[in-house]
């Protein structure tokens, strides 16, 4: 529908005899996808949603032409019902910081030239040519940015590590394996700033000794991967990545992998498995990638997000970035908000935020006008909050210490009507669909676990069975190889704590 809305603009642009003073520039994801698509009219900056095709005509010759706003596309305050004609007015984007998302929305993703505009590349120019790895790493370090694919490992420390191994051929990995139900956030990064991500690979590369960086991407994300071949060809040709780039001696290259889905993938040693052309299962660590990764060479591993941020740490200072945040967690996070929320979309706040901002400011509260009963954060690997934590403030540490974790960004919410077994029962069908099948916990416990729920969810559930459910996920959480069956049993350990009592109603009432 997008494409047909631009060429409907492009039509009514060349009809009106403006093609050499109006530009129709398609740009990355707005964040605001419950009420895409959108179009915004620049420089007065009128922000359009749920444009149809059928609307091309008149916001170039009413808007464009004659300088009369639509109307009926500026987006309505549910509350006050007024019209609000531009992004900053909207409740949607009022409490967010935009670091990692910057550029979404804002540049064609296509044009290399509009990432430099907009200081692209300059944080790698500072790096290369003002700053030894050394300092950027302790600038990194400085900023507190700690790894947004789910560990929280803290980025500068990881560079510091993997520099600090002795090796001739060193890689820098980037994870764009996002295999979270309901995430989206690195999908949207690469097909909305893709130069943000090859300039921060670039400059981990500088950092810790590596000339060769992989992107490890989901083949079913075919956008990201046109809109990351298109940049890395461009900023090639623009001597930005290559052979002895700015006349430094420092050579980078970059190359694709393709992923094929498998949500094991994201674990690094699978992931590194994986893009030698192995099976895609984890190995027990030690060694760490940074010691023996890519074909047994000294590997730094970080996500998409994380290294969207490194370009705006270098050019605005670690002082600024660490200002942003929580005490222990510092910076910024990106979540798909998703699941019964008014505003489903992309978001990016200050870690420190509170749950009840991001659902009722943000997310504009429940769906028709439904109770709110949880909000499951971690994806598969995390745990359901309830209305009791709405007032936590979310980073790494609080979420832990509820039950539950930061995860990629996955946040999916849940209403009045939402039985909490079958969501356990849910995400534990897509941790068995996704294991690896390589140690027996994860491959025979989750499948015992999910016999167990199914049981409980048709009525034939006994009491002694929510026990059984907490002994055995306690066993698969302490002999599971690897992350993925170390984290399983949480959405069952968090829906049998803070909601035992739907457990029980399923085995008292046999429904
Ligand atoms: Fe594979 Fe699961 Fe064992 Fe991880 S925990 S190695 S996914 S079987």
């Known amino acids: 529908e997008s494409d047909e809305i ?48 059928g609307d091309a005509e008149e916001i170039i010759k009413e808007h464009v032409v004659k300088g009369r706003p639509v109307k009926r596309l500026l987006y309505t305050d549910p509350t006050t019902a007024k019209h609000i004609s531009d992004s900053k007015g909207m409740d949607f984007y009022k ?29 790698m120019g500072k790096c290369l040519t003002e700053m030894s790895p050394e300092d950027v790493i302790k600038e990194v370090k400085d900023s507190g940015l700690r790894g947004r694919g789910g560990g929280g490992f803290p980025t500068g420390l990881k560079w510091e590590i993997t520099r600090n191994v002795e090796n001739e051929q060193k890689y820098v990995v980037c994870n764009a394996d996002e295999g979270d139900p309901g995430a989206f956030m690195d999908r949207s ?3 909305g700033d893709p130069h943000s991500v090859i300039e921060a690979m670039a400059i981990c590369g500088y950092c810790i000794g590596a000339d060769k960086g992989l992107v490890y991407i989901r083949a079913e994300y075919p956008l990201a ?25 420092f050579n980078f290259n970059l190359e694709l992998r393709y992923g094929a889905g498998a949500f094991v993938c994201g674990e690094e040693t699978a992931l590194i498995h994986s893009m030698e052309g192995l099976r895609g299962e984890p190995t027990f660590k030690p060694p760490f990638p940074s010691v023996s990764g890519y074909m047994g060479k000294p590997t730094n591993v970080n996500n998409v997000e994380t290294f969207a941020n490194i370009p705006v740490i270098i050019n605005k200072g670690a002082t600024w970035f660490s200002n942003i945040g929580s005490d222990k967690s ?6 798909a908000l998703a699941g019964k929320i008014n505003n489903v979309g ?77 969501i356990a029962k849910f995400y534990l069908e897509f941790t068995l669909e996704e294991s690896c099948g390589k140690c027996t916990p994860c491959r025979v416990g989750n499948k015992r676990l999910h016999e167990i ?26 002999t599971a190889l690897c992350g993925l069956g170390q984290t399983s049993p949480n959405p069952v350990l968090s829906t049998i704590l803070n909601f035992g009592e739907e457990y029980k109603a399923h085995v008292i009432d046999g429904k």
């Open 453 to 478: 729920l199914e049981k409980i969810t048709e009525g034939k559930g006994e009491e002694e069975d929510i026990e059984r459910l907490n002994e055995l996920s306690m066993v698969i959480k302490d």
């Open 189 to 191: 990064i690469l097909e």
């Open 330 to 335: 510092k910076g910024t996070k990106v979540f």
């Open 95 to 123: 409490k967010q910081i935009r670091i990692a998302l910057k550029n979404c929305g804002f540049i064609n993703p296509e044009n290399i030239d509009e990432y430099i505009a907009r200081n692209g590349y300059e944080a």
């Open 346 to 422: 992309l978001i990016e706040v200050p870690m420190g935020t509170t749950l009840r901002e991001v659902i009722y400011d943000i997310g504009g509260g429940i769906k028709d006008g439904k109770a709110f009963k949880a909000v499951q954060t971690g994806g598969p690997s995390g745990g359901c909050l309830t209305k009791d934590m709405l007032d936590i403030p979310i980073d790494y540490d609080n979420l832990l210490a509820s039950g539950s974790m930061m995860g990629s960004g996955g946040m999916i919410v849940m209403d009045e009507d939402d039985c909490m077994v079958s």
């Open 225 to 249: 991967i046109q809109r990351l071949k298109i940049a890395i060809k461009q900023a090639e040709e623009y001597g930005l990545i290559g052979d002895n780039i700015l006349g430094t001696g």
């Open 6 to 53: 631009k060429n409907r603009l492009n039509k009514f642009i060349s009809d009106s005899g403006l093609q050499n003073d109006v530009q129709v520039v398609a740009t990355g994801c707005f964040g605001f996808c419950e009420k895409g698509p959108i179009v915004k009219v620049l420089p007065d900056n009128t922000f359009y949603v749920e444009v149809k095709p």
